[in-house]
């Protein structure tokens, strides 16, 4: 109750502290009229300053485009920013213009390299991938018509039952590799 009290009063003055803000100043400008290719690795903003001239679009739906694919490939990484607080290195981003701005084209000049890379990859892979499909199939119908079996009070068959559901629960399908969800027009 004492450790409650302390973080009402805590927090009550933390509000208190929050009343005695100014209130911001307003924006002025368009935030996107500075984004800096140059911040980027110079084989990426090479290749955002070709699509921008080729495309003829801005600069920040260019850049904006290479920060989700630079997040795409970092997929699966994190970095530690203390010994107790970890992040994904992720990005969520999303490109907001007219109709017929160019937003799809300018993504696929982004995406096509993850396209490239899938397609190989789930080419590659592809009788592997139908194995686990098959196999995941092969182990359900042997649960079903083992559980059949079980609910006719055959003991043994209950045991395989049980072996079955583990070898399902454990069961790591080999799937098709796909790296992001795709291009979304609301």
């Given at each position: ?10 927090t009550g003055?933390?509000?208190?502290s929050?009343?005695?803000?100014d209130?911001?100043?307003e ?10 290719l ?10 955002c300053?070709?699509v921008?001239?080729s495309?003829?679009?801005?600069r ?9 694919a630079?997040?795409?490939a ?5 970095i530690?920013i203390?010994?107790?607080w ?20 300018v993504l ?8 490239d890379?899938?397609?190989d990859?789930n080419?590659?892979n592809?009788?592997?991938?139908e ?13 079903a ?10 003991i043994a068959?209950e045991?395989e039952?049980?072996e079955?559901?583990?070898?399902l629960?454990?069961?790591?399908p ?8 795709g291009?979304?027009?609301?």
């Open positions: 109750i004492k450790s409650e009290r302390l973080f009402l009063e805590e003055q933390q509000m208190k929050l009343k005695l803000w209130n911001p100043d924006f002025a400008g368009n935030p996107t009229e500075h984004f800096d140059e911040c980027l690795p110079p084989a990426i903003s090479n290749y300053k070709g921008m001239e495309l003829n679009v801005s920040d739906m260019v850049g904006t485009c290479a920060l989700a630079l997040s795409i970092c997929q699966g990484h994190s530690e203390k010994s107790d970890i992040e994904p290195l992720n990005l969520y981003s999303a490109i907001v213009a007219s109709a017929g701005e160019r937003k799809s084209p696929k000049a982004f995406i096509k390299v993850f396209d890379y899938t397609k990859y080419f590659r592809k009788g592997n991938i194995v686990s499909k098959q196999r995941y199939k092969n182990l359900k119908k042997r649960l018509k083992a559980e059949a079996e079980a609910s006719k009070g055959d068959a045991n039952t049980l079955l559901a583990q070898a629960a454990e069961f790591e080999i799937r098709p590799l796909r790296i992001y969800t291009d979304c027009t609301a």
